[in-house]
């Protein structure tokens, strides 16, 4: 495994590159985790994916105020977008207006590839909220509400991914990869985690992981962890349907559900501190695995 740093050209972060191999087809995945985060709430970050010194993508928060022909009531506009800053860039989403695209917050484990939809536009949305206001004395009359643009307020507060294609150094080869970010604090805040592409020219990847194909996806054991009163269950697609039992170190039955989606939510806030057994049942395989909640 070789390890080098990349900078985050606008704030001079360091972000350690884990240059991963990938059994299938010699895939090789190039893999950034930023620490720290990037967080932020107004101005713009640039991120280098391919570290060749040339921004790739620029993500910003602005405000926009607008208002109607009368100019009685105004428009207070918060909005995060991502430009493209290439015009061989890309971004997964969908068509929105005749000049702007609506970035798709992508699940974990969806497969990023040249089947998507990608748009190219300098300027995407990923999401907006907006306020009316009375325009002589700035006054809200409405409180923020969110049109259905993007889907990422709906999520708030989780992890998605960010689907991207860009052109590298090397002619006519194109990369797929992924961004991990959420926006959380009612859409006022964004934090950037960690980033990846496939470096074998035109080759995808699954989002969240390092992995370019479905079928060594579904091979892979379940991903167990807790966080922030939650425990987080990452299985392939062919889990779906699988049996999940908690139960705590005494044998006592705490939880029983199934698995419906590729990641899976189990809040533990009335949970007592303590070891628990996550066991799931995934077509007769039984994986076990220990979590303590404090």
Known sequence: ??????????????????????????????????????????????????????????????????????????????????????????????????DKDIITPLDFGLLIYDGMEFNGDAWQYQTIKVREETCVYGAPNSPWFYPNIGGWHADEGEDKYIGVKFKGDTPDCYYYGWIRCVISDLLEKMTIKDYAYNANCGEGLLAGTFISDIDTFNQQEPIISVQNDVISIKTAYNAKGAGVIVTAITGQLVHHSTIAEIETFIPTNHFSAGMYLVSINITGQVYVKKVVIK
């Open 1 to 98: 495994m070789k390890t080098r740093k990349n900078r985050l050209h606008d704030y001079s972060l360091f972000a350690t590159v884990l240059l991963l191999s990938v059994n299938k087809l010699d895939g090789q995945i190039i893999y950034t985790d930023v620490e720290p985060d990037i967080e932020f709430d107004f101005g713009f970050k640039n991120l280098d994916l391919d570290d060749n010194g040339v921004n790739d993508y620029k993500f910003i928060k602005e405000s926009i105020d607008t208002s109607n022909t009368s100019d009685i009531i105004c428009y207070s506009n918060k909005l995060f977008e991502i430009g493209t800053l290439n015009l061989n860039n890309y971004i997964a989403g969908i068509s929105y207006t005749f």
